[in-house]
């Protein structure tokens, strides 16, 4: 099993810029897919922006052009550059990884607020 510990969430203003990190209790070079969820109150998670291995990326429409994912892997670490951040934007952050060595697992890490308001 893997931990994964999130940070950088926080309170921003519309238009503004937050980056959160996800840092991994060992190697993500061998994890299939990490990817960022969020959880806006009262309503289900949703997949925010994904990242894989080899380095291919996706994103909800809501995110395209505002958000970056990225993976460090000789920091254990992948990051979400979030610009122009929007109130829609306001959840719980969640990070998530998934893989298959030594065994096929999913982890969540315990999820960071972000809050967008003026």
């Known amino acids: 099993q893997v931990q994964l510990v999130e940070s950088g969430g926080g309170f921003v203003q519309p238009g503004g810029s937050l980056r959160l990190s996800c840092a991994a209790s060992?190697?993500?070079?061998?994890?299939?897919?990490m990817g960022w969820y969020r959880q806006p109150p009262g309503q289900p998670r949703e997949l925010v922006a994904s990242i894989t291995g080899g380095r291919h990326t996706d994103y909800v429409d809501s995110v395209k052009g505002r958000f970056t994912i990225s993976r460090d892997n000789a920091k254990n670490t992948v990051y979400l550059q979030m610009n122009n951040l929007k109130p829609e934007d306001t959840a719980v952050y969640y990070c998530?990884?998934?893989?298959?060595?030594?065994?096929?697992?999913?982890?969540w890490g315990q999820g960071t607020q972000v809050t967008v308001s003026s």
């Open positions: 998530n990884a998934r893989g298959v060595l030594p065994t096929p697992f999913t982890s």
């Open positions: 060992k190697s993500i070079a061998s994890f299939l897919v």
